[in-house]
C-alpha cells in the first residue's frame, strides 16, 4: 500500500471515528432524556400511589360501622353515588399507575438498548483507534524509508560526481603522449652505454 493509500485509509478512519463521537453524543443526549422521563415517572407513579393510600387511610377512618348505618339509614339516595365516584377515582388512579409502569418498563427496555448500542460503538471505537494507529506507524515508516531513499541516492550521486571530476584531472586519466619532444627523433639512452658496444663507440664518433 502506498502513502496515498494509507492517506486515504486514514481520513476514512478519522470520517468513522468522527460519525461515532457524534452518534455516542446523540446516544448519551437519548440516554439523558430517557433517564429524566424514567425519574418523572417514578415520581408520578410516587405521587400517585401516596395519593392512593390517603384516599385508602381516609376512607377506612370515614367509613365506620355507626356512620355507615347512619348514613346508609338517612342518605341512601347519595351513598350509591359516593361510593361510585370514588370507586371510578380509585380505578382511574390504578389506570394511570399501570400506564405509568408500563411506560416505566418501556423506557427501562429503550435505556438498556442505549447502553448496549454505546457499548457496542465503544468497542468499535477501540478497534478503530488501534486500526488507525497501525495505518499511522506503517504511513511514517513509509515516510521514513522514502527519505532514506533520497538521501542514499543524492549521497550516490555527490559520489559518482566527485569520482568522474578526480579522474579529469589527474594525469592518469590524461591521454598520455609518446611523441619525441624535439625536431629530433633520436634521443639517448637513460642508462649509459658499455664502452666496448658498436653502438658507444657510434655515437661518440
Known sequence: ????GLRRCVED????AAAYNDLSNRSAKECA???RDLERAMESCDDLAREN???RSRLQQDAT??????ISNHYCIYIPDSSAILSNHLEALTAQVQDLQKHNEALKINLNKAEAEVDKLCDDN???DEENKRL????EKERQRRSERKQSGSTSTKNKRKSSSL???TPVGRAIDFSPVGADSSRHPLSPLPHNSPDYRAHKK
Open 65 to 70: 360501622v355507626s356512620t355507615f348505618s347512619f
Open 167 to 169: 579522474k579529469d584531472g
Open 136 to 139: 499511522l506507524c506503517r504511513l
Open 13 to 16: 478512519k478519522e470520517a468513522l
Open 33 to 35: 432524556l430517557y433517564e
Open 126 to 128: 477501540r478497534v478503530l
Open 1 to 4: 500500500m502506498n502513502a496515498a
Open 53 to 55: 393510600e390517603q384516599l
